[in-house]
C-alpha cells in the first residue's frame, strides 16, 4: 500500500524517443502509464490531483467535478494508482490522492520532442 | 490524407496539468492521443519512427523490428496516424512515415511535472 509523501522531484527519467528506439521491455512498461491516461476522465482526475502540485486531494474533492458515479471514480482511480502515476492513502473516512511526479517526468520525457539532433532532410520549421 | 512535411518545431503547446486543471473538451482530443500510445507495439513504432528525427521512415524498414505480421503492424501505424502523433506518405510501392513533433510536443508538456510550483505541504525532495 502506497504511503509515500508528496514530492516534486523527478529522479525517474527516459531517454527521449526522439533520441533512441525504445526496447521491448521498456515499451512494455511504459505503455502501462499511457494507456492510463488514455481515457478523458482519468486525465482530468490526474489533472485535478495534480494541478494542486505538492499537496493531497481528498477523494471527496474529486467526485463533485463529474457527472459519472462515485464507483466508476473510485475505478479510475484505482487505474492511475496501479499504473504508478498516483500514490493515496486513507485516513479516517477518506482516502487522500498525490500525484508521482517521477512517473509523469518519464512520461513526459520519452516524448520530448526537444531533444531531437538537427534535422537530415534539410527541412526546417 | 496527411503529406505534411517532417519539421522538429513544437507550435502546439498545453498547459501543464501541473498548473492548470483540464477542461473536459482538453481531456477527450488529448487523451485519444494517450490511447494511442497505450500499446507497447505502438509504443515501439512510434520510438522506430521518432528515433530518426526529422527523417521519413519507410514501412519496409519497421516490420522486421516485430514479431507480429505485416497487417497489425499496418493496423498500430493507422492508430497512430488517427490520433495525430504520425503522418505519411505513400510513395510508388512503400508508405513513408514521419512523427508529428507538435503532438508528442503537445503530450509531453501536459505531463511536465518540471513546471510545478513550489510545494505547499513544507516537503521537498
Known amino acids: 500500500m502506497p504511503n509515500q509523501l508528496p514530492v516534486l522531484a523527478a529522479d525517474a527519467c527516459c531517454t527521449?524517443?526522439?533520441t533512441e528506439a525504445l526496447?521491448?521491455?521498456?515499451?512494455a512498461d511504459l505503455a502501462r502509464g499511457f494507456k492510463a491516461l488514455g481515457d478523458p476522465v482519468r486525465l482530468r482526475l490526474l489533472s485535478l490531483?495534480?494541478?494542486?502540485?505538492?499537496?493531497?486531494v481528498c477523494v471527496c474533492d474529486l467526485t463533485d467535478a463529474f457527472t459519472v458515479s462515485g464507483p466508476t471514480i473510485s475505478h479510475h482511480l484505482k487505474v492511475l494508482r496501479e499504473a504508478g502515476l498516483i500514490g493515496c492513502q486513507r485516513r479516517g473516512t477518506w482516502v487522500y490522492y498525490w500525484i508521482v511526479p517521477a512517473k509523469l517526468a518519464a512520461l513526459s520525457q520519452l516524448l520530448d520532442v526537444s531533444a531531437a539532433a538537427t534535422p537530415t532532410t534539410g527541412i526546417s520549421a
Do not use: Q
Open 23 to 27: 526496447t521491448e521491455e521498456s515499451a
Open 49 to 56: 490531483i495534480a494541478s494542486r502540485a505538492g499537496d493531497e
Open 16 to 18: 527521449p524517443l526522439v
